[in-house]
């Protein structure tokens, strides 16, 4: 094995290459959904819904032509308001729809996976054609905490009563890089006073919802970035009103066998990182580019 500079990093290269490849594994996961904002005194709000995700062991390519990489960014969270929904992730012809909104008020928004409600909604729907994720939490129907943003792995939590907030759905693991990652979780909910438990972010990135103790409160907290997950929803106090989380940013990976060649080119302002596991070579962009076999 020897080392070669591609595209200014220095990476490994196996002899002998066995030509471009003509499939590749992908995971593209879309920005998380930015978590609902509240005003004082009005309730938990509904976590974002995480980015959506899609993966695919075998994905054609074709030689000698630059594929679009995007990398979505996350929607940032409300200020009495909604939030805001993710940004789509792209590989080639792939997209992943970015996170539904967390709600301030009534149903969470639409997206890769849903946002939460906030009360007297119901949570916002995922993409279902492919599927990319869950639904988000609704409202118990009884009181003023929030639902949590749907996760790639499962939908948000609809608050279990009127005083503890929904938490976010669950990523999905991917071993894409040769380790075991969760990616897309979505927010925790918000709720309305210091009696009240906020919801937790999913596991993969999910922001948990804002908490409250005593007269004091804390926004609701961002998804983690560059795993697509959902932002926390705001609570409130009496006199205080919380921002929403912002949804945490998409990221796209690739990978084939170290056997075949590395790609030709990179594009646009940013490269990936390379790394090589398990018998792949691995690219992996958290900002924009292009690449070519």
Same mark, same amino acid.
């Given at each position: 094995?020897? !080392?070669?500079?591609?595209?200014?990093?220095?990476?490994?290269?196996?002899?002998?290459?066995?030509?471009?490849?003509?499939?590749?594994?992908?995971?593209?996961?879309?920005?998380?959904?930015?978590?609902?904002?509240?005003?004082?005194?009005?309730?938990?709000?509904?976590?974002?819904?995480?980015?959506?995700?899609?993966?695919?062991?075998?994905?054609?390519?074709? @030689?000698?032509?630059?594929? &679009?990489?995007?990398?979505?960014?996350?929607? $940032?969270?409300?200020?009495?308001?909604?939030?805001?929904?993710?940004?789509?992730?792209?590989?080639? *012809?792939?997209? *992943?729809?970015?996170?539904?909104?967390?709600?301030?008020?009534?149903?969470?928004?639409?997206?890769?996976?849903?946002?939460?409600?906030?009360? =007297?909604?119901?949570?916002?729907?995922?993409?279902?054609?492919?599927?990319?994720?869950?639904?988000?939490?609704?409202?118990?129907?009884?009181?003023?905490?929030?639902?949590?943003?749907?996760?790639?792995?499962?939908?948000?939590?609809?608050?279990?009563?009127?005083?503890?907030?929904?938490?976010?759905?669950?990523?999905?693991? *991917?071993?894409?890089?040769?380790?075991?990652?969760? =990616?897309?979780?979505?927010?925790? $909910?918000?709720?309305?006073?210091?009696?009240? &438990?906020?919801?937790?972010?999913?596991?993969?990135?999910?922001?948990?919802?804002? *908490?409250?103790?005593?007269?004091?409160?804390?926004?609701?907290?961002?998804?983690?970035?560059?795993?697509?997950?959902?932002?926390?929803?705001?609570?409130?106090? @009496?006199?205080?009103?919380?921002?929403?989380?912002?949804?945490?940013?998409?990221?796209?990976?690739?990978? =084939?066998?170290?056997? !075949?060649?590395?790609?030709?080119?990179?594009?646009?302002?940013?490269?990936?990182?390379?790394?090589?596991?398990?018998?792949? !070579?691995?690219?992996?962009?958290?900002?924009?580019?292009?690449? @070519?076999?």
């Amino acid at each position: 094995m020897s !080392q070669t500079l591609l595209g200014g990093f220095l990476s490994a290269t196996f002899n002998p290459l066995s030509g471009a490849p003509t499939t590749v594994e992908y995971l593209v996961v879309a920005g998380g959904g930015g978590g609902g904002g509240s005003v004082a005194n009005n309730d938990g709000k509904g976590g974002g819904g995480a980015g959506g995700l899609r993966s695919a062991a075998s994905f054609a390519v074709a @030689t000698g032509t630059a594929l &679009t990489v995007t990398v979505g960014a996350g929607g $940032a969270g409300g200020s009495g308001a909604n939030g805001i929904v993710g940004v789509n992730s792209v590989f080639s *012809s792939i997209t *992943s729809n970015g996170g539904g909104y967390g709600s301030y008020s009534g149903n969470g928004g639409a997206g890769g996976s849903g946002g939460g409600a906030a009360p =007297y909604g119901t949570g916002g729907t995922a993409t279902a054609s492919p599927s990319q994720g869950f639904n988000g939490g609704s409202y118990d129907g009884a009181g003023s905490a929030g639902g949590g943003g749907g996760g790639a792995g499962s939908i948000g939590v609809t608050a279990p009563s009127s005083n503890i907030a929904g938490n976010g759905g669950t990523g999905q693991v *991917s071993t894409i890089t040769g380790a075991r990652v969760f =990616y897309a979780g979505g927010g925790g $909910a918000g709720v309305i006073n210091a009696t009240n &438990t906020s919801g937790l972010g999913g596991a993969g990135g999910g922001g948990n919802g804002g *908490s409250v103790g005593g007269s004091t409160l804390t926004n609701g907290i961002s998804g983690t970035a560059n795993t697509g997950g959902g932002g926390g929803g705001a609570s409130s106090t @009496t006199s205080l009103a919380g921002v929403g989380g912002t949804g945490g940013s998409g990221i796209v990976i690739i990978r =084939y066998p170290a056997s !075949q060649s590395p790609p030709t080119a990179f594009g646009g302002a940013n490269y990936p990182q390379i790394n090589y596991a398990d018998g792949y !070579q691995i690219y992996t962009w958290t900002a924009s580019g292009t690449v @070519t076999f």
